[in-house]
């Protein structure tokens, strides 16, 4: 072993010792499962015990609340109602605490901004009045929820392929196959071989914290110990489910994936990015995510939603690592997220001086732009490639624009003012595209990157 992974090693365990220390004991295997409803109870429970301050709004009556969308990492909560959308804005805006101090009604619902991206929330009915409990939780929010990554048993030397040789193989491949409770008692069963306990302990963890039993899961997280393969995964696990090395110096080290075997490497990777991304650390989430293609590889979703975040923050850094990891992306201009990846790459890509390859991205998913935004939509690809000297494509949006949007929107004074640009390139020699302004080293490698992509179209 070399100095360096001796000195890491070290690290690893002074640093993670500290951690373990703030788990449950650990409680005998052998000690009985609760009921389905005592599991929910000690489910709601343990994420109570979880919060770091909790809220409770009364929502009113006249409002008829229907349901709510919890948006951690957009930090943002979508309350949808079938009353009127005014008052009960209104209403929010005026009994707001301090976790999600900001109301507004948008897109035919009301939504509360929030401080932070650590924040979970429930509508609750009690004696016929609604309530919106707000949380903000000291480890990682629910969702989005890291994959369930398949480990291959034969690679990490755990057992056969599947069906499985061993109760952990088997184990394995009954979880890949949606079998929980199959798979829990072979993991029980794994326990009893020193060679797989590890591995099957931070899976009993994965299984009880998926069923909401977080007391529980902090049990098997804490068995492999501290070092090792299983110890280091379970630190990680502990990290995400307690928050106490959120924020901390061992942070990075604790999901830092270098030394771990495959698939257990891109996991720790996407599972790091993600603690990162709620955390408001977006240009470290979205610079790990970049350099590790299988992590995204194991999430497209996850991967595609921190991209969004990072471009849509205001810092610029993260902004720049978010372009990074958009045009990293495999088929980014289709599938889940499309329409907002585009829209918030194009901004960054115009703000540090690459309009025309924004006007592009905002051109490819014309079709997926939402009714409502239709407009305003093309209005901005038009725009864009006014801005890049590009009169010829500006030409062809306004085209659409004219076959698609009612003469009203278009008798607006901003399409006027393309109009207007589009119809003097008759009466005028084209001029040259402005020339790009000066920005961060970091933004130049990102839009050579995305002109490479752009001479192309």
Not at 190 to 213: C, Q
Not at 222 to 233: L, N, Y
Not at 360 to 373: H, N
Not at 432 to 437: M, N
Request: include cysteine; hydrophobic fraction near 45%.
């Amino acid at each position: 072993m070399s100095r360096a992974m001796r000195r890491w090693g070290l690290r690893a365990v002074v640093g993670s010792l500290s951690l373990l220390a703030l788990l449950p004991a650990t409680t005998s295997l052998a000690s009985p499962r609760p009921s389905g409803a005592e599991a929910r109870k000690q489910g709601a429970s343990a994420r109570l015990a979880q919060a770091a301050s909790w809220e409770r709004i009364h929502l009113p009556d006249a409002s008829r609340v229907s349901g709510i969308e919890v948006d951690a990492l957009g930090a943002r909560i979508v309350v949808d109602a079938k009353g009127p959308l005014a008052p009960l804005s209104a209403a929010l805006e005026a009994r707001r605490g301090s976790l999600c101090p900001e109301s507004a009604v948008e897109g035919g619902r009301v939504v509360l901004r929030c401080r932070s991206r650590r924040i979970d929330a429930a509508l609750v009915r009690s004696r016929g009045a609604s309530f919106l409990d707000l949380r903000e939780v000291r480890g990682l929010p629910p969702d989005p929820a890291p994959p369930r990554v398949f480990w291959d048993p034969v690679p990490l030397g755990l057992g056969g392929a599947c069906p499985g040789d061993s109760p952990f193989s088997q184990g394995e491949c009954a979880l890949a196959a949606g079998r929980d409770e199959e798979a829990s008692s072979r993991f029980r069963e794994a326990l009893e071989d020193p060679s797989a306990a590890g591995a099957a302990s931070i899976r009993l963890g994965d299984l009880a914290a998926a069923k909401g039993a977080l007391a529980e899961a902090g049990e098997h997280y804490r068995r492999p110990g501290a070092i090792g393969i299983w110890g280091r995964i379970g630190v990680a696990r502990s990290c995400e489910l307690l928050g106490s090395c959120l924020g901390s110096p061992d942070e990075d080290r604790i999901f830092d994936p270098v030394g771990l075997p495959e698939p257990l490497r891109s996991e720790v990777a996407l599972r790091g990015a993600r603690a990162f991304a709620f955390e408001d650390r977006l240009e470290a989430a979205a610079r790990l995510l970049e350099s590790d293609e299988r992590a995204c590889a194991l999430d497209r979703g996850l991967c595609r939603r921190i991209a969004v975040e990072a471009m849509r923050t205001a810092n610029a850094d993260a902004r720049t690592a978010g372009l990074l990891l958009f045009l990293a992306l495999p088929d980014r201009t289709s599938g889940a997220l499309a329409f907002e990846l585009a829209t918030a790459a194009a901004e960054v890509a115009a703000e540090a001086g690459a309009p025309r390859f924004g006007a592009s991205s905002l051109a490819v998913v014309a079709d997926a732009a939402p009714r409502s935004l239709l407009g305003a939509h093309l209005l901005r690809t038009a725009q864009l490639y006014l801005q890049a000297g590009d009169r010829v494509r500006a030409s062809v949006i306004l085209e659409f624009a004219d076959e698609r949007l009612g003469k009203k929107v278009l008798a607006s004074r901003p399409w006027a003012q393309v109009r207007a640009s589009v119809e003097s390139a008759e009466a005028s020699p084209e001029t040259p595209p402005p020339p790009e302004k000066p920005d961060l080293e970091a933004a130049r490698q990102a839009l050579e990157r995305a002109k490479e992509i752009e001479t192309g179209t």
